[in-house]
């Protein structure tokens, strides 16, 4: 029988938590077989964690923000109270996959990997050692792995540059030129027409007009009219929008002004060509031909008075390149007008340095006063129709684009003066502009210098050509012939 204090003493143990009804009963099953109770604590098997997984587990607990405590004397940083271990095991557990720290399997890091699709919200990847981190093209900023997945890279876009959300015109630090849509024109073709159907595509996939910098056609009426040209339609919704004239439409008119007696020889090859090209039959005649005689060309393209691509001018090919901008195309204008002028000079001095076929005809001989005198008017015809169709050439103020570190401040816009200045004097920026090409230099500065790139951008951005049009325009004639 147990006294009144044995009992008092049993219910006490009893009652504290730590003492279970199967506690109780292996220590009596113990005390049957006259043996004591041993502890196992600190005696379990010690997983020993590599150093790599030490690393990870490091870089998981410095990669939460910290708070500082200055109550001791100095300051000492820790963790939000939220971020406790049960959270930080979870969410690490989230990062890396592992089925066990120690014994044969060991802990494996969960790559995600880049997909093209990422580039609606504007990233690319920086690869680093054999990993994929996402990288915003706008801010440049670089995030971890783990936020390789839409859903964190959305909110990046939506959070730092909301009003980019529908819209990504930079790749990699550079321009991209691709066709944005085709459509067709069912009826007519009036700068209504074309108007409605970019009314509806900018509405269809929500585009605003604000961010549209340059427009770019050719000279048609419907495009260029001054009351009810595609042109102006566009210029008064889109506020920012600068009106440009295909540069090689413009050359190709230009070029249209041969005297009578070289129009003529260039009227019966226009007349050559179009009837090779008039069938099939002729076309493999001329292919045949061209071979047995080892030509270096076989092929023809039709001749029409306006395609650019067809009467083979001579400075075509330097204005077909892609990353064109009104700027360098406007300078190869100008040195083309320089030549023309510096051809004159030459023929009034007996010198045909230039026209090699003409020199291999006329050999050693004197060249004809009249056939001198046509040349001379040709080319004055063609400097002054250079002159009427870019009336514009001179007048675009390049300097502070192309060369800003020797520019003058004087030719910069008042309010960006004092940033001007700024960026003049940063070596970086001058190192940068001597290695980097012109139109990826302004984009990585538009961060740096806004009001400076924002000038420079705004003239590199627009099309000067319709190269890409004219590109489709070429293939389709080449898979039709």
């Known amino acids: ?42 005696r379990h098997i010690r997983q020993v964690l590599s150093e790599e997984i030490k690393l990870f587990i490091r870089q998981h607990i410095e990669s939460f923000p910290t708070k500082e405590n200055h109550y001791l004397g100095k300051p000492i940083c820790y963790l939000d109270a939220t971020l ?25 890091v969960k790559k995600r990997s880049y997909s093209d699709e ?31 997945k839409p859903s964190k890279l959305a909110i990046h876009l939506n959070k730092c540059h909301p009003d980019l959300r529908t819209k990504m015109y930079i790749h990699n ?27 509806q595509f900018f509405n269809d996939n929500k585009l605003q007009w604000k961010y549209l910098l340059g427009i770019t056609t050719d000279g048609a009426p419907a ?30 008119l230009a070029t249209k002004t041969l005297p009578g007696s070289l129009k003529t020889v260039f009227n019966q090859l226009v007349k050559l060509v179009n009837h090779i090209k ?50 360098t195309h406007s300078d190869k204008l100008k040195a083309f007008i320089e030549k023309l002028k510096l051809y004159k000079t030459r023929i009034n001095n007996g010198n045909l ?30 400097i002054n129709e250079f002159g009427n169709y870019f009336p514009d050439v001179n007048l675009l103020s390049s300097e502070v684009i192309i060369s800003p570190f020797s520019c003058d401040v004087k030719n910069v816009n008042e309010e960006a003066q004092e940033e001007f200045i700024e960026l003049k004097n ?8 001597k290695i980097t090409p012109l139109n990826n230099f302004w984009l990585k500065m538009r961060n740096s210098y806004p009001l400076c790139s924002t000038i420079a951008l705004k003239a590199l951005i627009p099309f000067s050509t319709s190269c890409l049009c004219e590109a489709g325009f070429s293939a389709m004639l080449s898979i039709k012939t």
């Open 84 to 108: 406790n271990v049960k959270t930080l095991y979870r969410l690490f557990k989230e990062k890396y996959f592992s089925i066990k720290f120690g014994g044969t399997k060991c802990l494996k």
């Open 426 to 433: 940063d070596t970086t920026a001058k190192d940068h502009f």
């Open 1 to 42: 029988m147990l006294t009144t204090k044995e009992i008092l003493k049993l219910e006490s143990v009893l009652a504290s938590p730590a003492v279970t009804k199967k506690r109780v009963e292996r220590l009596r099953a113990l005390k049957m077989i006259a043996k004591s109770p041993v502890g196992n604590r600190g």
């Open 278 to 327: 008039s069938s099939a039959f002729n076309t493999r005649l001329f292919t045949k031909f061209c071979s047995d005689l080892d030509a270096e060309h076989n092929k023809l393209l039709f001749y029409t008075s306006v395609r650019w691509l067809s009467a083979g001018n001579l400075s075509n090919e330097k204005w077909t390149g892609k990353n064109g901008n009104v700027i």
């Open 173 to 199: 630090n550079k321009f991209k030129e691709k066709f944005l849509f085709s459509s067709f024109l069912e009826t007519t073709t009036k700068a209504a027409d074309i108007m409605e159907i970019m009314k």
């Open 223 to 252: 495009m260029m009219g001054c009351k009810s040209g595609l042109q102006t339609r566009i210029k008064e919704i889109a506020p920012n929008v600068v009106g440009v004239y295909c540069f090689i439409h413009r050359q190709a």
């Open 353 to 382: 340095i230039m026209f090699q076929n003409l020199t291999s005809v006329i050999g050693n001989n004197m060249l004809p006063e009249v056939l001198k005198i046509e040349i001379l008017c040709h080319l004055d015809n063609l």
């Open 118 to 148: 990422y580039m609606k919200y504007g990233f690319t990847y920086m690869l680093k050692e054999t990993i994929c981190y996402p990288q915003c093209v706008i801010c440049y900023k670089v995030l971890g792995n783990d936020s390789m």
